[in-house]
């Protein structure tokens, strides 16, 4: 069975910094990787995705992500926070299930940048 | 937006109602989806349907069905719900269901309140 970890449930972090939200993995076979976000009152948007490649994958809004395959993780990382990333990120991994692929998200991490 | 919208946005109801929940999306998509989002749990996946067929049910009880007439609408159906299902139900669409690289566009979700 595949899961996510996501260890911390909030991070706080001032405006400029650089912020990090973790994330461990477990899936059978290859691992195909995402973050979304979700702000107040509104559902989830996909940032990123990692399927195979360059393990410093890109995304939305300023937003990378590193894959570390040895350590199972796939943390989340801007260089400069910004007030307005203040909001609930998930990871999530899809892995085999039945011949199809169906994602596990983990249970999110409230970020906060402070002014 | 995301091109994934539900209705209603809120919804009150009484243990022996019967109430629908709706999903629509505009993105021509082949697969949707139904989760259960509670505070400081992990993202509970309870559907999926793929060109119109059920392939994923994560044993959730019966007072819970879904429907899916189309590729484009999904319904979750209500009744004789505990207060223990008050939380917010997104719905998702994706490309593909089957495929591990697919990327999930949910809608703002139904924040349900079982009194």
């Known amino acids: 069975a595949q899961s996510v970890a996501q260890p911390e449930d909030q991070v706080n972090v001032a405006e400029g910094n650089p912020l990090t939200v973790k994330c461990t993995y477990s899936?059978?076979?290859?691992?195909?990787l995402f973050w979304y976000v979700q702000y107040p009152n509104r559902g989830l948007q996909f940032l990123l995705k990692?399927?195979?490649?360059?393990?410093l994958v890109k995304g939305s809004y300023g937003f990378e992500a590193e894959f570390n395959k040895s350590q199972t993780s796939f943390h989340l990382k801007k260089p400069s926070a910004l007030v307005s990333d203040s909001a609930l990120y998930f990871c999530?991994?899809?892995?085999?299930?039945?011949?199809?692929?169906?994602?596990?998200f983990g249970r999110g991490t409230s970020l906060i940048v402070h002014p | 937006e995301t091109g994934v919208t539900q209705t209603p946005r809120h919804l009150v109801m009484g243990m022996t109602n019967k109430k629908s929940l709706k999903c629509e999306q505009h993105l021509g998509h082949n697969a949707m989806y139904w989760y259960k989002q509670s505070a400081k749990k992990p993202l509970e996946l309870m559907f999926v349907?793929?060109?119109?067929?059920?392939?994923e049910n994560n044993s959730v009880p019966s007072r819970f069905s879904p429907e899916c007439p189309n590729s484009s609408h999904l319904f979750l159906h209500l009744h004789t719900l505990q207060p223990e299902d008050s939380a917010l139900y997104l719905c998702?669409?994706?490309?593909?269901?089957?495929?591990?690289?697919?990327?999930?566009?949910f809608g703002p979700g139904t924040r349900l309140t079982v009194l």
């Open positions: 349907y793929s060109l119109e067929e059920r392939v």
């Open positions: 999530a991994v899809r892995g085999p299930s039945g011949g199809s692929y169906i994602p596990t």
């Open positions: 998702a669409s994706s490309q593909d269901g089957g495929q591990a690289t697919d990327t999930q566009y």
């Open positions: 990692y399927i195979t490649g360059d393990n």
């Open positions: 899936v059978s076979g290859n691992p195909y």
